[in-house]
C-alpha cells in the first residue's frame, strides 16, 4: 500500500517556520508571542498561592516544564528553545556580588550562601539523575564577569602592566580552549547493532536465565576498539576465557540499556545515558563525562584554571592593597571598603578563592587518584564493597587492581587516547 500522502497545512512540521514561531512539545505550531497564553497550570499555581493553599508538586512540574517550552529566542526558521538553568547565573551572581560589596558582613553573609546555594542545587539534580546547564553557565559566566570586574576596577588604578593583562587574557584563552576539548566525546560507546555492521541473533543473545552466557557471539567486542587492538579472533578468545572463568564478572558488565558488554573500566552514566570508556566521573561544570578521550583535557583545563586565577588573585590584591602581601591584603586591607570601585574587587577576589579552592581539592583528588591508576566510579564502588586501602583519613583509595606504580600509572595516563593499550590478561578477566 502507498503512504497516504498529508496536506501540507495539515503537518505545522511540513510547513516554514518565520522567525518567532516554533513546534511546540506537543506538536503544535506556535508563536513567541504567544507564551503568556493558555497556562491553566500556571493560572491555577498562582490562584492556591494567593489563597496560602500548597500546590501539588505534579503542578509545579507541569508549570516548569511550560516555561522551559516557551522560553524561546527569534532565530532563522524557527524560534530557538532556551535553557532556563543557564539564566539563574547570568542573573543573581552579578547582583549577589554588588550587594556583597556594600558592607563587610554582607560579604560575609552572601559568599557563605553561595556554595550552599550551589551544592543544595547540585544534590537537587543530582538525585534525579538529570543534565542542567546551571554549572557550566555559573562556570562561564564568572569567568567572563571576574575578568570584566577586573578591566573596569582594577586595570584604570594603572598598577597592572600591559604585559600583565596580556598574562591574564592569554589564561582565560587557554582555559576556554581546554574547556571546549574537554567537553568533546569522552569515548562514548556505541552499541554495534545500531551501526552498519550487523549483528546476529546470537550475539544478542548474552545472558541465559541461569545466568551463564554463551559463546558464539560477544557483543560488545567492537566497542572496545579504543581500548585494544586485537583482531576479533583474539577477541572471541578473550571473551571465551573471561565466560569460562567469571560469568559473574561478565554478567555485572552486561549493560541492559546499551544492550553490550561494557570493557574493562567502563561504566554507564545515567545522567548522559550512554556507557563511557574508562568513565571517572560525570561532571556538572562542563556538563559531560569525564572519560578516555577527554581526562587529560580536563587535568589541562583545572590546571590552568588555578594558575591564571591565581595571577588574577594576586594581580587585584596587589592594586586595592598596596605594600601589602597577598596573603595578607587576602585578610587585612583596611579602608578597602571606602569606595565601591575597591569593595567590588576585594569582594569577587574573594569570591574567586572559593571558587579556586573547590577546584584545586577536585585537582589534588585527580592527581591523587592518577597517580594509583584508579578512577572516581572505581573509588566510590570500593568505598562501597569494602574492598579498597584507605590511606591519610580517606583522601586516597587503592584498589590495587589496575595499580603499576607511579611513572607507569602516568605513562599510561599521558598516552589515554593516543594509540591502543593493551590491557594485561588479569585487567580483562
Not at 568513565?279 to 562542563?286: A, T
Amino acid at each position: 500500500m502507498k503512504p497516504v500522502k498529508k496536506n501540507k497545512a495539515e503537518d505545522p512540521e511540513l510547513e516554514p517556520l518565520c522567525c518567532c514561531e516554533y513546534i511546540d512539545r506537543n506538536g503544535e505550531k506556535n508563536h513567541v508571542a504567544a507564551c503568556l497564553c493558555d497556562c491553566q497550570d500556571l493560572d491555577e499555581g498562582c490562584d492556591r498561592w494567593i489563597t496560602c493553599k500548597s500546590v501539588q508538586p505534579e503542578t509545579c512540574e507541569r508549570i516548569m516544564d511550560t516555561i522551559s517550552d516557551r522560553l524561546r529566542v527569534p532565530w532563522l526558521r524557527g524560534a530557538k528553545k532556551v535553557n532556563i538553568s543557564i539564566i539563574p547565573p547570568l542573573v543573581l551572581l552579578p547582583v549577589f556580588l554588588r550587594v556583597a560589596s556594600w558592607h563587610f558582613l554582607l560579604g560575609a553573609v552572601v559568599l557563605t550562601s553561595l556554595p550552599v546555594l550551589a551544592l543544595w542545587y547540585y544534590y537537587l539534580t543530582h538525585r534525579r539523575k538529570e543534565q542542567t546547564l546551571f554549572f557550566l553557565s555559573l562556570g562561564l559566566f564568572s569567568l567572563g564577569y571576574m575578568y570584566y570586574v577586573f578591566l573596569q576596577e582594577v586595570v584604570p588604578k594603572g598598577h597592572v602592566r600591559p604585559t600583565q593583562l596580556a598574562l591574564l587574557t592569554c589564561g582565560l584563552l587557554l582555559i576556554l580552549l581546554a574547556l571546549y576539548r574537554a567537553k568533546k566525546n569522552p569515548g562514548y560507546l556505541r552499541n554495534p547493532a545500531s551501526g552498519d555492521r550487523s549483528v546476529s541473533s546470537s550475539q544478542m543473545e548474552c545472558l541465559n536465565p541461569k545466568g551463564q552466557e554463551k559463546t558464539k557471539g560477544f557483543l560488545g567486542a567492537e566497542s572496545s576498539g579504543g581500548l585494544n587492538n586485537r583482531t576479533p579472533k583474539d577477541d572471541l578468545k578473550g571473551s571465551s576465557r573471561m565466560l569460562a572463568g567469571s560469568p559473574a564478572k561478565v554478567k555485572e558488565d552486561w549493560c541492559a540499556k546499551c544492550q553490550l558488554v561494557r570493557p574493562a573500566r567502563a561504566w554507564h552514566c545515567r545522567i548522559c545515558g550512554i556507557c563511557v570508556r574508562r568513565m571517572d566521573h560525570h561532571c556538572v561544570w562542563i556538563n559531560s563525562c569525564v572519560g578516555e578521550s577527554n581526562h587529560q583535557a580536563f587535568i589541562l583545563a583545572l590546571s590552568i584554571f588555578l594558575l591564571t586565577s591565581v595571577y588574577g588573585i594576586a594581580l587585584t590584591l596587589d592594586t586595592i592593597c598596596r605594600d601589602r602581601s597577598v596573603f595578607t591584603a587576602l585578610f587585612y586591607c583596611p579602608g578597602v571598603y571606602a569606595t565601591y570601585s575597591s569593595a567590588l574587587s576585594f569582594t569577587c577576589v574573594w569570591y574567586s578563592v572559593i571558587i579556586t579552592a573547590g577546584m584545586a581539592y577536585i585537582f589534588l583528588i585527580q592527581l591523587i587518584n592518577i597517580s594509583y591508576n584508579v578512577t572516581e566510579r572505581e573509588v566510590q564502588q570500593a568505598l562501597r564493597q569494602k574492598t579498597g586501602r584507605r590511606l591519610l583519613c580517606g583522601l586516597i583509595v587503592d584498589t590495587g587492581q589496575y595499580n603499576r606504580g607511579f611513572l607507569r600509572n602516568w605513562h599510561q595516563f599521558s598516552t589515554l587516547g593516543a594509540h591502543p593499550f593493551h590491557h594485561p590478561a588479569e585487567d580483562i578477566v
